[in-house]
C-alpha cells in the first residue's frame, strides 16, 4: 500500500503523514509504533533527525524544526525537492533499494563513495522524489520495493540518471562537512574545530549572506567569476528569507564551492572578496541572529563599516532644530559647521 495509507492504519489518523516523519515524532505517536513493532521506544526516538542532530544543529527543545533536513512538502501542495538521490547507489541495492539519511541534509550534494553528483528530481519530468504516491509496476496488485526508485508522476527509473563525477573541491567540502556530522570535531580548511555545531552554525550564515539573501549578491557575483563557476543566478526566482536547505541542489552546490574556497585561508579569503565586491558589515548584521565566534571577527571587525550619510528628511529636522534653538533662519552650510563644533569641537 501506499506510505500515506500504512501511516493512516497504523496512527488512526489521516493527517498522520502530513508532517516529516523522520524529523520529528510526537511522543504518542512513538508509543504506537514501539507497540506494533516492538521496536524499543528510545531507538524509534533516535530514528528521527529531532534527537540526532546535536552535531550539525543545536537544538533547543523550542521547536520541532531542525535545520538543514530539507523539507519534503508533503504538507503543501508546493513543489520541494527535499530528497537527494545517487543512481549508482540504488543500483548497487538491487532489488531492495533505499534512500539514505545523510541524503536529507542540505550540506551533503556528493555521494562520497561514487564521488558523483546527487540528483534533487526526476531527470524526465523534473519532478520532486516522493513516495507519497508510488507507481505500481504494470499488470501488479502490490506494491514492491524497487517501485520506491520509479519517479512517482512520469514512473522513469532513477537508476537510469546519467551521473555526472564531481570536482575535487566539492568532494572535500563534502567529506568535511560529513565528518563534522557524524564525529562531531574536525578541521575545515584553517580552522579546527572542536564543536562541529559551531562550523555548521558559521557555514549556514555565509550561505545565507552569499546565495539567500540579496544584500549577498556582489559577492556571490564576484567569488562565482573568481573561482569560474558556471551558476544561472536569478534573485527574484529564489524569493525572499529562503533558508540554505530549501534551495535546489545546483545553487547549494555553488554555494558549498564559495565555502570551500573561504576557508582555505579564513577570514582573509572572505576579508578580500567583501572588499572587492564593496560588500560592508551592515549588509551582513542582524539584530536577530547569533554568530559563532569564528565568524564574529571577520564579519564586524575585519570587513569596513559603510560610511553613513543622512537622508533629506535628516537634513531637514537638523536645520530645523537649529533655527528653533538659535531663533534665526541659517543654511545647511551654516549647520554643518554647527554639527562639527558641538560634536568635535566642546
Given at each position: 500500500m501506499k506510505p500515506s495509507q500504512l501511516s493512516t492504519l497504523i496512527f488512526e489518523d489521516q493527517y498522520a503523514w502530513k508532517g516529516d516523519l523522520d524529523v520529528f515524532l510526537p511522543p504518542s505517536?512513538?508509543?504506537i509504533l514501539s507497540q506494533k513493532t516492538g521496536i524499543d521506544e528510545e531507538r524509534i526516538k533516535n530514528l528521527t533527525f529531532y534527537t540526532s542532530c546535536n552535531?550539525?544543529?543545536?537544538?533547543?527543545?523550542?521547536?520541532?524544526?531542525?535545520?538543514?533536513?530539507?523539507?519534503?512538502?508533503?504538507?503543501?501542495?508546493?513543489?520541494?525537492?527535499?530528497?537527494?538521490?545517487?543512481?549508482?547507489?540504488?543500483?548497487?541495492?538491487?532489488?531492495?533499494?533505499?534512500?539514505?539519511?545523510?541524503?536529507?541534509?542540505?550540506?551533503?550534494?556528493?555521494?562520497?563513495?561514487?564521488?558523483?553528483?546527487?540528483?534533487?528530481?526526476?531527470?524526465?519530468?523534473?519532478?520532486?522524489?516522493?513516495?507519497?504516491?508510488?507507481?505500481?509496476?504494470?499488470?501488479?496488485?502490490?506494491?514492491?520495493?524497487?517501485?520506491?526508485?520509479?519517479?512517482?508522476?512520469?514512473?522513469?527509473?532513477?537508476?537510469?540518471?546519467?551521473y555526472k563525477q564531481v570536482s575535487k573541491e566539492e568532494y572535500e567540502i563534502n567529506r568535511i562537512n560529513f565528518l563534522q556530522a557524524t564525529l562531531g570535531y574536525g578541521q575545515a580548511g584553517n580552522l579546527e574545530f572542536n564543536y562541529s555545531n559551531l562550523y555548521f552554525e558559521g557555514i549556514r550564515r555565509l550561505l545565507s549572506f552569499l546565495v539567500c539573501s540579496p544584500k549577498g549578491e556582489s559577492t556571490f557575483m564576484f567569488l562565482r567569476a573568481e573561482l569560474g563557476l558556471y551558476q544561472p543566478y536569478h534573485r527574484e526566482i529564489l524569493g525572499h528569507n529562503i533558508e540554505p536547505e530549501r534551495l535546489d541542489v545546483r545553487m547549494r552546490r555553488t554555494g558549498l564551492l564559495m565555502i570551500y574556497h573561504l576557508l582555505q585561508d579564513w577570514p582573509e579569503?572572505?576579508?578580500?572578496?567583501?572588499?572587492?565586491?564593496?560588500?560592508?558589515?551592515?549588509?551582513?548584521?542582524?539584530?536577530?541572529?547569533?554568530?559563532?565566534?569564528?565568524?564574529?571577527?571577520?564579519?564586524?571587525?575585519?570587513?569596513?563599516?559603510?560610511?553613513?550619510?543622512?537622508?533629506?528628511?535628516?537634513?531637514?529636522?537638523?536645520?530645523?532644530?537649529?533655527?528653533?534653538?538659535?531663533?534665526?533662519?541659517?543654511?545647511?552650510?551654516?549647520?554643518?559647521?554647527?554639527?562639527?563644533?558641538?560634536?568635535?569641537?566642546?
Open positions: 505517536r512513538v508509543t552535531y550539525f544543529y543545536h537544538q533547543t527543545n523550542r521547536t520541532t524544526q531542525v535545520k538543514w533536513v530539507m523539507p519534503l512538502g508533503v504538507r503543501t501542495r508546493k513543489k520541494s525537492f527535499g530528497l537527494q538521490y545517487c543512481p549508482c547507489c540504488l543500483i548497487e541495492d538491487g532489488n531492495q533499494p533505499y534512500f539514505r539519511k545523510n541524503w536529507r541534509l542540505g550540506f551533503i550534494t556528493c555521494c562520497l563513495f561514487h564521488s558523483v553528483q546527487l540528483h534533487d528530481k526526476c531527470p524526465k519530468c523534473y519532478h520532486p522524489i516522493g513516495f507519497k504516491k508510488p507507481k505500481k509496476s504494470d499488470n501488479k496488485i502490490l506494491y514492491h520495493p524497487v517501485n520506491m526508485v520509479h519517479c512517482s508522476k512520469c514512473d522513469f527509473d532513477l537508476r537510469h540518471t546519467k579569503n572572505f576579508v578580500e572578496a567583501c572588499h572587492k565586491s564593496n560588500a560592508t558589515s551592515h549588509l551582513i548584521k542582524s539584530p536577530y541572529l547569533e554568530f559563532p565566534f569564528w565568524t564574529s571577527n571577520a564579519f564586524f571587525f575585519r570587513i569596513r563599516e559603510k560610511k553613513y550619510y543622512s537622508c533629506e528628511g535628516e537634513k531637514k529636522n537638523i536645520v530645523e532644530y537649529f533655527e528653533k534653538r538659535l531663533k534665526k533662519t541659517i543654511s545647511l552650510k551654516q549647520v554643518t559647521r554647527l554639527v562639527h563644533y558641538y560634536f568635535f569641537k566642546r
